[in-house]
């Protein structure tokens, strides 16, 4: 079983527009992170936002929020007010505090593409 | 700037030749990985190195050999590669290994086997 899901192979938002990106998440462990990296094209993987299982307030980061909804085992990134430097590959990850040693499991990664 | 830097960002090579992908991060981490990502496939975790002692190896060819002389620098030796070799390859480190430490990439090396 998959233990990250990204369901959105793809996605378009107006600029200046607000975009959230799907992140489903499955694992057994109390204790775990959860993480969203922006890949452009150029190859660099950059870190966004961290959210920790223990956490009770969703994680924030200028325009990037992560909607944390543990119940529904959900992780969703919210992009406010998208710009055209946000067009790229957005990677929803998880690391787990035992089982895989602490190891980030990606997910398959949605292409958000920013319109003018 | 990154914290994490690899070198060379692209490398073309033969099948017969030997060549080595470096890493170098600047950030005070003890734990340094590598990535693997071919086109259309989540990233692959290929070696994990926690205070220069190798703690992963997940079924990797032994035609890649990594190299972690500190805990500052990573290398991956590459030598008979295929062309199924080819892929974008990913350097990364934490400061630890738990489920709390962000794992910070660099630019990755972009690799091409002919």
């Known amino acids: 079983a998959q233990k990250i899901t990204q369901t959105q192979p793809g996605m378009f938002v107006q600029e200046k527009e607000a975009v959230t990106l799907d992140c489903t998440y499955d694992?057994?462990?109390?204790?775990?992170?959860l993480f969203w990296y922006k890949q452009p094209s150029s190859g660099e993987m950059i870190f966004l936002i961290y959210q920790g299982s223990y956490d009770e307030q969703n994680a924030t980061e200028g325009r990037y929020s992560l909607n944390f909804q543990k119940a529904r085992k959900s992780a969703n990134l919210v992009i406010s007010a998208s710009q055209l430097g946000d067009s790229a590959m957005y990677f929803c990850?998880?690391?787990?505090?035992?089982?895989?040693?602490?190891?980030?499991?990606f997910g398959k990664g949605t292409k958000l593409s920013v319109k003018p | 700037e990154t914290g994490v830097t690899q070198t060379p960002r692209h490398l073309v090579m033969g099948m017969t030749n030997k060549k080595s992908l470096k890493c170098e991060q600047h950030?005070?981490?003890?734990?340094m990985y590598w990535y693997k990502q071919s086109a259309k496939k989540p990233l692959e975790l290929m070696f994990v190195y926690n205070f220069k002692e190798q703690t992963e190896n997940n079924s990797v060819p032994s035609r890649f050999s990594p190299e972690c002389p500190n805990s500052s620098h990573l290398f991956l030796h590459l030598h008979t590669l295929q062309p199924e070799d080819s892929a974008l390859y990913l350097c990364?480190?934490?400061?630890?290994?738990?489920?709390?430490?962000?794992?910070?990439f660099g630019e990755g090396s972009w690799l091409t086997v002919v």
């Open positions: 990850a998880m690391r787990e505090g035992r089982g895989s040693q602490g190891n980030l499991i």
């Open positions: 990364a480190s934490s400061q630890m290994r738990g489920a709390a430490n962000t794992i910070y």
């Open positions: 950030l005070g981490h003890n734990a």
């Open positions: 694992t057994s462990d109390q204790s775990y992170g």
